[in-house]
């Protein structure tokens, strides 16, 4: 069904597709559907939270008009705050890195915040970058008139992702057997199984990290290049209760996986997507035929085009 018009744009957030997966997915494996949360209006699922962290916030009074959004991230979540910050009337001061993709640097300017960087000294996530620019956002906010976003401790952010969870159930009533998602803050990942485990108790949960930097899997923080996850500790939000199983994926595998979506599948995602892939695949082999594997699109390739990602090994 073709969706009605909207009068206002944030309405244009979630209800994202789902595909099967037709090519890259072996025989004998289960089905294995990615939610298509790239097709957001900033390119991510980032979205999601974005308005829920505000709403929930102007809901409580603890954001009123006149007021600064502050926030340390490394540019999905910046850009979808700067759009819903842009459309409510707020000012948006972001701290990021030159770590993350230009692309996500130059939309949070274009949607009209102030962008300040933590420069890292190699051009790759280390385990302390986050950490610091957290610190400096934390500085920024101490100052009257603001409110911290504050993504990785902030409640309201598993409302925006139930969302995504209620949708699932409705593209997929038959059932959904296996879910795995990699993790930054772990937002989505804890509000979709949220509901998909309230609704299917035996679906399978797995969460994702990158395999060189293996907090979560072995308490060992590291370098690595895959933007959005492997923040250099356990996130908070994280809740034992809401997963199966942890594991480290290899983020070679999942940049070679980008390039086979993009050429196999006609889906252009990041390289944390590729990860989902790489996982849901190795669980979609494991379960078997006739069950279903479901992971998320969490942004567009077209995030990445200035970087490697589609044009080195
Ligand atoms: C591209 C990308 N993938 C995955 C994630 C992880 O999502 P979450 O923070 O909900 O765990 C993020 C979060 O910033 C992201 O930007």
Redesign the pocket.
């Known amino acids: 069904m073709v969706p009605s018009p909207v009068d206002n744009v944030l309405d244009t957030i979630g209800n994202t597709q789902c595909l099967q997966l037709q090519r890259v997915v072996p025989d004998g494996h289960a089905r294995v559907f990615i939610k298509l949360e790239s097709l957001n209006p900033t390119g991510?699922y980032?979205d999601r939270m974005a308005r829920s962290i505000i709403e929930e916030a102007e809901r409580r009074g603890d954001l009123r008009p006149g007021m600064t959004v502050v926030e340390a991230t490394?540019g999905?979540?910046g850009s979808s705050l700067a759009f819903v910050c842009a459309i409510k009337g707020y000012a948006f001061r972001v701290v990021s890195s030159d770590a993350f993709a230009q692309e996500k640097l130059l939309t949070m300017s274009a949607f009209g915040s102030t962008v300040e960087l933590i420069k890292s000294p190699t051009g790759k996530i280390t385990s302390d970058l986050i950490p610091s620019m957290r610190e400096r956002a934390r500085e920024i906010a101490s100052q009257d008139g603001c409110y911290l976003a504050d993504q990785f401790n902030n409640q309201d952010v598993l409302v925006g992702y139930e969302s995504l969870g209620r949708e699932l159930v409705e593209q997929l009533p038959g059932g959904i057997d296996g879910f795995c998602g990699?993790?930054?803050?772990?937002?989505?990942?804890m509000g979709v199984s949220k509901v998909l485990k309230s609704t299917w108790p035996e679906c399978r949960v797995i969460i994702l990290e990158p395999g060189s930097a293996p907090i979560i899997t072995e308490g060992r923080a590291g370098t690595h290049g895959v933007?959005?996850?492997g923040i250099g500790f356990v996130p908070p939000l994280l809740d034992k209760k809401s997963y199966d199983e942890a594991w480290a994926v290899s983020e070679v595998e999942a940049r070679i996986m980008c390039r086979r979506l993009a050429k196999e599948e006609g889906i252009l995602v990041?390289t944390?997507t590729g990860l989902n892939v790489v996982a849901a695949i190795a669980l979609a082999g494991r379960l078997g035929p006739e069950k279903t594997v479901v992971t998320v699109a969490?942004?567009t390739g077209l995030k990445y085009m200035r970087g490697g990602l589609f044009t080195s090994e």
Do not use: F, L, Y
């Not at 990699?182 to 990942?189: E, I």
């Open positions: 991510s980032k490394g999905s979540t990699a993790v930054g803050g772990a937002g989505m990942v933007e959005g996850i990041g944390s969490c942004d």
